[in-house]
């Protein structure tokens, strides 16, 4: 028996390997070593053999640099929370390159000094929403909900619907937010039933606002009632809308979804939103209002730590200018064409065990609830969703009733055949049966 000890191969001859090479060059020194020196401990314990060393940092290397592993959406869930809300426009993405290098994001080229910050982002913004009189763009909604509660109504009383507390996710809660800015609460109305005189009945001096919230990732049915901006509006204070998903018109397909325009029409002092929901751009918050409100929010201490990235600016500015988001394009796409794809692929997997299957989709990440949008989907054996979420580009479907469903409405029509060569690829592997 020759000691394993001995035949551990050497760090510097792992990297000089030309594959290992090509990795350092794309992930660098820190991000390799490590997986090196794992795979020469595994060998030294005799769980590797020597000549497995190469194969085996290869293979648990990441894809890409930034920690994160690119995932192909087949979940059917259009804005995935978990996967990153919206996929960005082709412009949004040569922006945010762009951008990553010094650019002119506080500076004007013509005159060589100083200038607003982001202010082509600004300008796209108010003109696409005319009717708001300024706007103004912070980290994410959450950040803009906490600088209108801070500078509104910090001391003060914010009115809101008990039908309207709402938990975002991830335990994060809507009430928390807004009482740790200092605002204190003034519930009004009933889980399921809020009236305008309950809303009256609490407005008074220590009133800061009232706040409309979107209820945009659950629905109440039967006896309810809630009261819209427009009465709201009529209340003699501020009424603060968050309209959670970002729509700036109103969509003819998300009938009911609240969208900017009409509640500034309607009179809301300050429409809030993400801009990485239906809006179809990077995480951002954007307040859009009155104009000396949105000075105040502008100009407070907490805005310069809320403020986002000029990454964020650029990529929200292409968004703007895009004539066709990854959203908009996923939420239209005809359910026929869908059923065409998946048929396709169907008979490209010849031999596996797929089938179609009509699915339905959804908006998701708090947009739209309950709305189902008719989709279609590669039904696969369960089995084979772990395999598919460790390949390379991972692919993540849903499971349902023992099946792994790949939804189309979500996957980009350029990537099916990618999709065909990791359903092989994952049918292939030992841990597949
Ligand atoms: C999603 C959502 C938020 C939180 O938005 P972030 O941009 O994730 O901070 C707040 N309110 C409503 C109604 C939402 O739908």
């Given at each position: 028996m020759i000691d394993p000890r001995r035949s551990v191969p050497r760090t510097d001859a792992v990297l000089a390997d030309p594959a290992v090479a090509i990795a350092v060059s794309a992930l660098g020194h820190r991000t390799v070593k490590p997986v090196v020196r794992a795979a020469q401990e595994r060998v030294r314990r005799g769980t590797l053999a020597p000549t497995d060393v190469i194969p085996a940092v290869l293979a648990a290397l990441p894809a890409a640099p930034g920690g994160l592993t690119a995932v192909v959406n087949a979940t059917g869930i259009v804005v995935h929370t978990n996967l990153g809300r919206a996929p960005l426009a082709a412009a949004a993405i040569s922006a945010l390159v762009t951008a990553a290098g010094t650019c002119d994001v506080e500076f004007e080229l013509t005159t060589g000094e100083r200038a607003q910050r982001g202010?082509?982002?600004?300008?796209?913004?108010?003109?696409?929403?005319?009717?708001?009189?300024?706007?103004?763009?912070?980290?994410?909604?959450?950040?803009?909900?906490?600088?209108?509660?801070?500078?509104?109504?910090?001391?003060?009383?914010?009115?809101?619907?008990?039908?309207?507390?709402?938990?975002?996710?991830?335990?994060?809660?809507?009430?928390?937010?807004?009482?740790?800015?200092?605002?204190?609460?003034?519930?009004?109305?009933?889980?399921?039933?809020?009236?305008?005189?309950?809303?009256?009945?609490?407005?008074?001096?220590?009133?800061?606002?009232?706040?409309?919230?979107?209820?945009?990732?659950?629905?109440?049915?039967?006896?309810?009632?809630?009261?819209?901006?427009?009465?709201?509006?009529?209340?003699?204070?501020?009424?603060?809308?968050?309209?959670?998903?970002?729509?700036?018109?109103?969509?003819?397909?998300?009938?009911?979804?609240?969208?900017?325009?009409?509640?500034?029409?309607?009179?809301?002092?300050?429409?809030?939103?993400?801009?990485?929901?239906?809006?179809?751009?990077?995480?951002?918050?954007?307040?859009?209002?009155?104009?000396?409100?949105?000075?105040?929010?502008?100009?407070?201490?907490?805005?310069?730590?809320?403020?986002?990235?000029?990454?964020?600016?650029?990529?929200?500015?292409?968004?703007?200018?895009?004539?066709?988001?990854?959203?908009?394009?996923?939420?239209?796409?005809?359910?026929?064409?869908?059923?065409?794809?998946?048929r396709a692929l169907v008979v490209s997997l010849d031999g596996l065990d797929a089938t179609v299957a009509d699915t339905i989709a959804e908006v998701g990440g708090g947009g739209a609830p309950g709305l189902a949008i008719p989709s279609a989907a590669v039904s696969l054996p369960a089995a084979l969703a772990g395999p598919l979420r460790g390949g390379r580009p991972a692919v993540v479907g849903r499971v349902a009733h023992g099946r792994c469903l790949l939804d189309l409405r979500t996957v980009h029509p350029g990537r099916d055949d990618e999709i065909a060569a990791a359903v092989r690829a994952a049918a292939s592997m030992p841990t597949a049966g």
């Open positions: 202010r082509a982002t600004l300008a796209t913004l108010a003109a696409a929403v005319p009717d708001a009189q300024a706007v103004h763009v912070v980290n994410n909604a959450a950040a803009a909900l906490v600088l209108c509660a801070t500078v509104l109504a910090a001391g003060r009383e914010i009115i809101v619907s008990r039908g309207e507390l709402v938990e975002i996710g991830d335990g994060f809660r809507l009430p928390d937010l807004l009482v740790c800015t200092g605002a204190r609460l003034r519930e009004v109305g009933t889980t399921n039933r809020s009236s305008v005189a309950d809303y009256a009945g609490a407005v008074g001096p220590d009133t800061g606002f009232i706040l409309k919230v979107h209820p945009s990732n659950f629905t109440v049915q039967g006896f309810t009632s809630a009261v819209d901006v427009g009465a709201l509006a009529g209340l003699g204070v501020p009424v603060v809308a968050d309209i959670g998903s970002g729509l700036l018109r109103p969509h003819p397909l998300l009938i009911g979804e609240p969208d900017a325009r009409s509640a500034l029409l309607a009179g809301a002092t300050v429409v809030l939103c993400s801009s990485d929901k239906l809006l179809g751009g990077p995480q951002a918050g954007l307040l859009l209002g009155r104009t000396d409100v949105i000075e105040r929010l502008r100009r407070h201490p907490l805005a310069r730590a809320l403020r986002v990235d000029k990454l964020t600016l650029a990529a929200l500015q292409a968004t703007l200018t895009a004539d066709l988001t990854p959203v908009q394009t996923m939420l239209s796409l005809d359910v026929e064409g869908l059923r065409r794809r998946a």
